[in-house]
Nanobody
Framework: QAQLEESGGGLVQAGGSLRLSCTAS????????MGWFRRVPGKEQEFVASIIWAGGTTDYANLVKGRFTISRDYAKNTVTLQMNSLKPEDTAVYYC??????????????????WGQGTQVTVSS
């Protein structure tokens, strides 16, 4: 059972950058994919980005495309979300998650099983 720990959230001004990391504690960690989602209180959870663990294929929500970059490090069992040109509307709690099996719709949270505890990202205007 994978345990995921996020880090790197914080407060930043609009236009700034943050780098989120998500590390899995499982020794033999090999999911099909990893994803980042975010949630604003009172709103539905929103897909941000995903990466297929073995092949490295990435996908992004339109709202973050061109500003965010997802990557993974095999040796460290870590997935990273580099967030640039941040906007106040990016303010949310960000969660990483694992998708255990091959699926087409990695933008759907139902395809993920293990989730991190979340890290707060706040972008001031």
């Amino acid at each position: 059972q994978a345990q995921l720990e996020e880090s790197g959230g914080g407060l930043v001004q609009a236009g700034g950058s943050l780098r989120l990391s998500c590390t899995a504690s499982e020794r033999f960690f090999s999911p099909y994919a990893m994803g980042w989602f975010r949630r604003v209180p009172g709103k539905e959870q929103e897909f941000v980005a995903s990466i297929i663990w073995a092949g490295g294929t990435t996908d992004y929500a339109n709202l973050v495309k061109g500003r965010f970059t997802i990557s993974r490090d095999y040796a460290k069992n870590t997935v990273t979300l580099q967030m640039n040109s941040l906007k106040p509307e990016d303010t949310a709690v960000y969660y990483c998650a694992t998708a255990p099996r091959p699926v087409y719709r990695l933008y759907l949270s139902e395809n993920y099983d293990y989730w991190g505890q979340g890290t707060q990202v706040t972008v001031s205007s």
